[in-house]
């Protein structure tokens, strides 16, 4: 029996490595697509934070602090100064056409009224729809601003022998741990990389396993062949698959350690292991699917909608806390937030090892079951051939014919019809529940009052009051409050100086240290807006500090409520349209093409176009109007611009669909080859990382995609109400691209033969 099994482990083994060497897109998929899909991420964030970010100043002053203003602009690192307009209109448009992020209004007076504290402050207006930028900039500005006036307030403090020019404001010290530079490449790429890697592991997988299949000879020759050594089988055909996304991501995290100089302040080989476990539990997964409906572009379509899913609610981003009672249990229910949490407490708060047993035990959880489910399906059942009617209309003629042939195979062809309407619809209603909380709620917080006096207690019911901090726990011990942040057991310890009252009674320096998790940078930003207006706001009630922070308001423009759900789903699902078009539109090339049609006539051209045009634009219909009828997101721009908006996205979509089937040999490989991409073209958006900031080669790469013309325009029409004229850039460039693409796919399918062998 030994024998046997080890005879069918090898024999599997081999035939599976045979068949990666011989199959030239598997190849790709498991070489070429993670190795660009790492530079390529890692070359997007390698800038690490975002600098020069885009600013104005309309300076109504011109006085010495708003020349001091101006000064600490152009010294400071993170913005830039790029305009000066004359008053708030023009600053306004500038912001509606995407030249800058934020804006200074320097008001008549102003240094007068930084004395006074009276009713005319300087005014810092930020985007609030490029939600990360924005804050980003506002941070900046307010940290000039607040600089330029306490230098103006210690002069004329000192010019007049004022007793308390001594005074000092709080020092309130912000610290990320493991991520003290607050870096995206710290941040983004380790939740990115092995999410991407996943989502190529479970392609192969369900390609590989999902190939015997496709014909009851097939599948029953294989089945006779193993026996009941079935399980040895399906392991070894897997286990190719898995050892080399596995080395892609050891590779990848020593490059992160070794190259880049991140350190790993926890367990290397517990990391490691949870990597391992990782890339099983998604062959498992995949190999479940595929098991379950016998059909791979089927179990791709599932596959993608959970795995794409992980990033989003993984807890990375906005804290899962806030979440519904839905996107709790699907949080959970994910592998790979579990996963996440692994390599969150041992690479960057250095947990104890003891700290990871629970995630190890829910990931162990994960390769059971999946594994128990396919061997009993494998077990149990035989295949079922595809009906061929779906493919009943491949023969066609002229443009009306094209044309109708096309949205019935989108209808009668099951995979495509789940990727091109069903697929949108799940989307819109399934991913917005990760963000509908809006923004971090009730964040826990330790406490550290080492001062013990009616200040301290004072600032920490100001804490407690504020809508993102809930004080958990209040104790003289920093040590214990440090250990439990690199436990997860909250979210930010806050320790009060000693003596930090009389301090500042004293005009000394009083101090509160803040140390936040570095693993959870949009956590980390609303809590430190948060503690840092509950500290000052406790010391300016005490009147204890300066008040030239009252000088200055803060108003988000666009998204008012800097709701991430606000933020960031409009930019989501200008992706999901594209993608699921682009995926519809390959794949009908590529069921064309398995049935020996390489060439296409121009009326057959235009016909098929026509129909996945309609297919993009209805999609898009849905989109634009219903989903955001239905869950308010901003659509305030003028309609007729929207829809000639819509047309040009959905003619530059579809064009570039039919392109890229141009390449496939049959309806399986786009979903196998492009499933990854959704991800890295939601970064490159700008989202979390300005553009700006991101290597030229990247940003032009992405250019190919509408989706990058089509986030900015959107945003501008729907978002911040640019008019037409503000509009025409954008119109134009969304234009030529369409024209590009619908050209390109008319040369690959119209006027140039193809000599690609035919799979069936």
């Excluded at 519904?324 to 041992?346: C, D, K, M, V």
């Excluded at 003629?397 to 697929?423: E, W």
């Excluded at 325009?713 to 024209?739: D, R, Y």
Aim: aromatic content about 12%; some cysteine.
């Amino acid at each position: 029996m030994m024998n046997n099994n080890n005879s069918n482990f090898s024999s599997s083994f081999h035939d599976e490595i045979n068949f990666i060497y011989h199959d030239r897109y598997m190849k790709i998929l498991l070489f070429i697509v993670p190795a660009f899909l790492i530079v390529f991420v890692c070359a997007m964030f390698s800038n690490g934070v975002s600098e020069k970010i885009p600013v104005a100043v309309v300076d109504y002053d011109h006085s010495a602090l708003s020349r001091k203003i101006i000064s600490n602009i152009d010294a400071s690192k993170g913005i830039q100064l790029i305009a000066m307009p004359d008053n708030v209109e023009q600053a306004q448009h500038l912001m509606r056409s995407m030249d800058v992020n934020a804006f200074v209004e320097i008001p008549r007076g102003a240094t007068a009224t930084s004395f006074r504290h009276d009713d005319n402050p300087i005014v810092i207006r930020y985007n609030g729809q490029f939600l990360s930028t924005g804050n980003a900039a506002f941070v900046a500005l307010q940290s000039v601003v607040s600089d330029a006036l306490q230098s103006l307030n210690n002069r004329v403090q000192v010019g007049m022998e004022h007793k308390n020019a001594a005074a000092s404001p709080l020092n309130i010290q912000i610290l990320n741990v493991s991520n003290p530079q607050n870096s995206y490449e710290r941040f983004l790429i380790p939740i990115a990389v092995p999410v991407l890697m996943c989502i190529i592991l479970s392609s192969a997988v369900i390609c590989a396993i999902g190939r015997f299949f496709e014909t009851k000879e097939l599948y029953n020759q294989w089945t006779r062949r193993s026996k009941r050594y079935l399980a040895v089988a399906v392991i070894a055909r897997v286990l190719p698959y898995i050892t080399i996304i596995f080395i892609w991501n050891l590779l990848y995290n020593a490059w992160q350690t070794v190259i880049r100089g991140w350190p790993i302040f926890g367990s290397a080989w517990v990391l490691i292991l949870a990597i391992f476990l990782l890339c099983v539990l998604t062959a498992c997964i995949g190999v479940m699917f595929v098991s379950i409906t016998r059909n791979i572009l089927t179990a791709l379509s599932i596959s993608t909608v959970y795995a794409s899913a992980a990033l989003t609610y993984s807890d990375g981003t906005l804290s899962i806390l806030n979440a519904n009672g839905w996107a709790n249990f699907w949080s959970n229910f994910q592998p790979f937030t579990h996963y996440y949490r692994i390599q969150l407490e041992q690479v960057n708060l250095g947990s104890d090892i003891a700290t990871s047993f629970h995630q190890f035990a829910i990931l162990s959880l994960y390769i059971i079951i999946p594994s128990l489910v396919v061997f009993f399906l494998l077990g149990k059942h035989k295949t079922k051939e595809l009906p061929k009617k779906h493919y009943e209309n491949i023969n066609f003629d002229g443009f009306k014919q094209s044309f109708f042939s096309t949205l019935l195979s989108i209808k009668r062809c099951q995979p495509i019809f789940s990727t091109a309407i069903i697929s949108l619809i799940i989307y819109s209603l399934f991913y917005p529940s990760a963000y509908e909380a809006q923004v971090n709620l009730k964040l826990p917080v330790t406490v550290v009052d080492l001062d013990q006096s009616s200040l301290s207690r004072s600032l920490i019911r100001n804490l407690q009051s504020t809508r993102e901090i809930d004080v958990i726990h209040v104790g003289t011990s920093a040590t214990n409050a440090l250990n439990s942040l690199r436990n997860r057991e909250n979210s930010a310890v806050i320790i009060i100086d000693d003596d930090f009252k009389n301090n500042l009674v004293r005009g000394e320096v009083g101090g509160v240290n803040v140390h936040l998790s570095g693993g959870y940078m949009a956590v980390a930003a609303d809590l430190r807006k948060a503690i840092s207006s509950a500290i000052s706001a406790a010391a300016d009630v005490n009147r204890l500090v300066p008040k030239s922070s009252n000088s200055i308001i803060s108003l988000p423009l666009y998204n008012l409520t800097l709701g991430y759900e606000t933020f960031i789903m409009p930019l989501v699902f200008i992706i999901i349209l594209q993608q699921t078009l682009i995926f519809s539109s390959s794949m009908l090339i590529g069921l064309r093409k398995s049935f020996g049609l390489f060439k296409l006539n121009l009326s057959q051209f235009t016909g098929t176009f026509a129909g996945l045009f309609m297919v993009g634009f209805v999609g898009a219909i849905f989109v634009f109007g219903w989903v955001y009828y239905l869950k308010g997101y901003p659509n305030e721009g003028n309609i007729f611009i929207q829809l000639y908006m819509i047309i040009l996205f959905a003619t530059s979509v579809s064009a570039l669909g039919m392109f890229i089937g141009s390449f496939m040999d049959n309806i399986n490989r786009p979903m196998q080859l492009l499933s990854a991409t959704s991800m890295v073209i939601f970064y490159a958006s700008g989202a979390s990382f300005p553009t700006f900031n991101m290597p030229t080669w990247v940003v032009n790469v992405m250019e190919i995609f509408p989706s990058s013309t089509m986030i900015s325009g959107f945003t501008m029409l729907n978002s911040q109400g640019a008019n037409l004229h503000e509009m025409i850039p954008v119109i134009l460039k969304i234009s030529i691209l369409a024209i590009l693409l619908f050209l390109l796919a008319l040369y690959r399918l119209v006027g140039r033969q193809h000599h690609v062998p035919v799979q069936r």
